[in-house]
T-cell receptor
Framework: AAGVIQSPRHLIKEKRETATLKCYPI?????VYWYQQGPGQDPQFLIS???????DKGSIPDRFSAQQFSDYHSELNMSSLELGDSALYFC??????????FGEGSWLTVV | GESVGLHLPTLSVQEGDNSIINCAYS??????FIWYKQESGKGPQFIID?????DKRQGQRVTVLLNKTVKHLSLQIAATQPGDSAVYFC????????????FGAGTRLTVKP
């Protein structure tokens, strides 16, 4: 079965640079979520989209933005990167309020 | 072996023993709960879910118990195996329209051979 696809899997950026992460949800899923997980931490909800509209916002910094496109893929844009942004970023998707399925994550390292 | 509360981040059990991982949730309006298993460097994997109209749900070697009175959720793993070693998270639906799941603090389960 198709899963949530994230790219790139690994990314290294310098401080103050910009990074973009991409997410391709499971086909026919109508909701996309972004989570950030720091080392040894639980996943923290950043933002979600339902049918291409932002539906909920969590602890997403103002330096970050996200959108969902007409083909339902989503991108998380992170600007003015800081060392503390180094984390594993997960995208997840769900359909009709059912189980959320996670991708394998994108590792971002800020140096 | 059993974890107690959200502030015990590790649980160590012998292979073959039963494991109980506990979780307290915060929102009495939450109506959907999921247990996820996360292995190192991987995304959380769905284990089992339960809706608030149920008290218990069983899967293969796993059972989830929900006590709405005290807002407590537990995951029981029978005959724990080395492959069960991972971090386990409970997640609750905050009751929003779009099923926005929020995670609780994880518990690291270590299975000793």
């Amino acid at each position: 079965a198709a899963g949530v696809i994230q790219s790139p899997r690994h990314l290294i950026k310098e401080k103050r640079e910009t990074a973009t992460l991409k997410c391709y949800p499971i086909p026919r899923h109508d909701t996309v979520y972004w989570y950030q997980q720091g080392p040894g931490q639980d996943p923290q909800f950043l933002i979600s989209f339902y049918e291409k509209m932002q539906s909920d916002k969590g602890s997403i910094p103002d330096r970050f933005s996200a959108q969902q496109f007409s083909d339902y893929h989503s991108e998380l844009n992170m600007s003015s990167l800081e060392l503390g942004d180094s984390a594993l970023y997960f995208c997840a998707s769900s359909r009709g309020g059912n189980t959320i399925y996670f991708g394998e994550g994108s590792w971002l390292t800020v140096v | 072996g059993e974890s107690v509360g959200l502030h015990l981040p590790t649980l160590s059990v012998q292979e073959g023993d039963n494991s109980i991982i506990n979780c307290a949730y915060s929102n009495s309006a939450s109506d959907y709960f999921i247990w996820y298993k996360q292995e190192s460097g991987k995304g959380p994997q769905f284990i089992i879910d339960i809706r608030s109209n149920m008290d218990k749900r069983q899967g293969q070697r796993v059972t989830v118990l929900l006590n709405k009175t005290v807002k407590h959720l537990s995951l029981q793993i029978a005959a724990t195996q080395p492959g069960d070693s991972a971090v386990y998270f409970c997640a609750e639906n905050k009751g929003s329209r779009n099923n926005d799941m929020r995670f609780g603090a994880g518990t690291r389960l270590t299975v000793k051979p």
